[in-house]
């Protein structure tokens, strides 16, 4: 069945640091991507997402490029701050009509100042 | 103002117990989801409803059913609490056929088992 692999956190960086959340997929069919951030204590938001390939997606200096090829999606920004500490989630929907969301592990983001 | 609001926010409670946590979503949405996030963060569906039908039904005990009055809410009844029922329960909305609309979260319930 279709399954989301994230890199394993946490992940430690310093502010203005470079970020990559590695996140590879499997699905048949071309399902949508979705990157989903829940900051301690709140449910999860959307970040942001790409629904076909080639897409990128983008928002708040994220960004990720769906990449059918190499059935990835990876998260990067290029400058993290002490804000962006939270949990990220890489998720897909399956081409079928239920909606469902399949979603990674998630990885831990611990920025320090 | 808020989106989707769950109740109780938090809920600590003992083995055995029956208990009930509610889902409201004012975003006019059609398609109402329950998730599990266990302790590691792992998040799992367990249940969807349409337009007040079940269309997503997880592999989960039959103690858990949900209920849906109407599409804007979305229950979930949990009987006989056990410890591996710790854990934070999301509700989630979206509507269905709209392309690829992102589905809308609450704030979770955590649940504790005592």
């Known amino acids: 069945g279709d399954s989301v692999t994230q890199m394993e956190g946490p992940v430690t960086l310093s502010e203005e640091a470079f970020l990559t959340i590695n996140c590879t997929y499997t699905?048949?069919?071309?399902?949508?991507l979705f990157w989903y951030v829940q900051y301690p204590g709140e449910g999860l938001q959307l970040l942001l997402k790409a629904t076909k390939a080639d897409d990128k997606g983008s928002n708040k200096g994220f960004e990720a490029t769906y990449r059918k090829e190499t059935t990835s999606f990876h998260l990067e920004k290029g400058s993290v701050q002490v804000s962006d500490s939270a949990v990220y989630f890489c998720a897909l929907k399956g081409s079928g009509n239920t909606g469902k969301l399949i979603f990674g592990q998630g990885t831990t983001l611990q920025v320090k100042p | 103002d808020t989106a989707v609001s769950q109740t109780p926010k938090y809920l600590v409670t003992q083995m055995g117990n029956d208990k009930s946590i509610k889902c409201e979503q004012n975003l006019g949405h059609d398609t109402m989801y329950w998730y599990k996030q266990d302790s590691k963060k792992f998040l799992k569906i367990m249940f969807s409803?349409?337009?007040?039908?079940?269309?997503i039904n997880e592999t989960v005990p039959n103690r858990f059913s949900p209920k849906s009055p109407d599409k804007a809410h979305l229950n979930l009844h949990i009987n006989s609490l056990e410890l591996g029922d710790s854990a934070v329960y999301f509700c989630a909305s979206s509507q269905k056929g709209a392309g690829n609309q992102p589905q809308h979260f609450g704030d979770g319930t955590r649940l504790s088992i005592l």
């Open positions: 699905a048949t069919g071309y399902p949508s």
């Open positions: 409803y349409n337009n007040k039908e079940l269309i």
